[in-house]
């Protein structure tokens, strides 16, 4: 299979590159610094057009994550995660050939429940970041349904895990790490109960992977599933872990406006096409992290 990578620099694409290639799959890695190879910026059109679109699937994994700060950087969220995923489909619909697009979404579409999410639960957007990934999601269905342009989304709760060389600094997990690190203490707002899917990298790649194969896999929408634990049970192993200790603390006013609440994953419909999709667990990956900062 030959893949275009868009994105290959972030998180998620420094990891899906070599899980691609370690399964015998043609990677042309694209940055917007060249860092991986090819480079283009997604939101420059002429930029993107000038790649070769002559491949089976396009992983379009660039864009801009982030919470509180999409609300006064909005000019920046919807260019990084709408238009340069529409500036994708276009230079596709203007090619004679149709890849399939597979694309990263997220926990933040969901509205949050007490109960496991599936997904075709409630959709709900508390952030101007979650309302982008929603949008994105529509606009792969509209140009699936207008030009033929095929898809797999991919939505993600919390990711873990790093094998990448540096300090460990993504996400929820990689700010549990740090906060333990730099003052030895986790602060938690509230009590600690919400709950969330958290899923090793290593296994949402291969989800991704093995998914990227399938044709039953065209046009849907699937949750990558993990292990159903809540924030207080994740700090608590990392907490054992790096000898730090827990605070819980009051939720801040804007902070608890634009909380979700609970989002849990529902993994049927994915376990049911592929059996054990994942294969790792937090409480076993934790004894990796290194007492001391470096990773």
């Not at 999410?117 to 982008?132: D, G, H, I, K, W």
């Not at 030895?184 to 009590?191: F, K, N, P, T």
């Not at 709950?195 to 065209?218: K, P, Q, Y």
């Not at 159903?228 to 700090?235: E, F, K």
Request: neutral net charge.
């Amino acid at each position: 299979m030959k893949c275009l990578l868009i994105g290959a620099g972030g998180y998620l694409g420094r990891h899906l590159a070599p899980a691609l290639r370690a399964a015998g799959h043609e990677v042309n890695a694209v940055t917007r610094n060249g860092t991986a190879g090819l480079v283009a910026d997604i939101g420059d059109l002429q930029s993107l057009l000038a790649l070769d679109w002559n491949v089976d699937r396009v992983f379009m994994f660039a864009g801009v994550t982030g919470t509180t700060a999409s609300f006064t950087q909005y000019q920046t969220f919807v260019t990084g995660n709408q238009i340069g995923l529409l500036n994708v489909l276009e230079c596709i619909r203007q090619s004679v050939h149709r890849p399939r697009v597979v694309f990263p979404s997220t926990r933040l579409v969901y509205k949050g429940s007490a109960k496991p999410l599936q997904e075709t639960a409630e959709l709900q957007a508390r952030t101007v970041y979650a309302a982008s990934k929603i949008a994105c999601e529509f606009h792969l269905q509209a140009f699936a349904q207008a030009f033929g342009i095929a898809y797999t989304v991919y939505r993600i709760c919390v990711p873990y895990g790093n094998a990448q060389a540096g300090r460990y600094s993504y996400g929820t997990v990689g700010n549990f790490i740090q906060q333990a690190f730099d003052t030895g203490r986790i602060r938690l707002y509230g009590d600690g109960s919400l709950r969330r899917t958290f899923t090793h990298v290593d296994d949402i790649c291969r989800a991704i992977v093995l998914g990227s194969l399938r044709e039953d896999f065209e046009n849907e929408v699937f949750n990558i599933p993990g292990d159903d634990l809540s924030l207080l049970q994740a700090a608590g192993l990392i907490a054992t872990q790096l000898q730090a200790t827990i605070e819980l603390a009051p939720w801040p006013e804007f902070d608890l406006r634009i909380e979700s609440g609970s989002t849990v994953f529902d993994g049927a419909k994915l376990s049911a096409r592929l059996p054990s999709p994942t294969q790792r667990t937090m409480s076993d990956w934790v004894t990796s992290i290194p007492p001391q900062p470096g990773r």
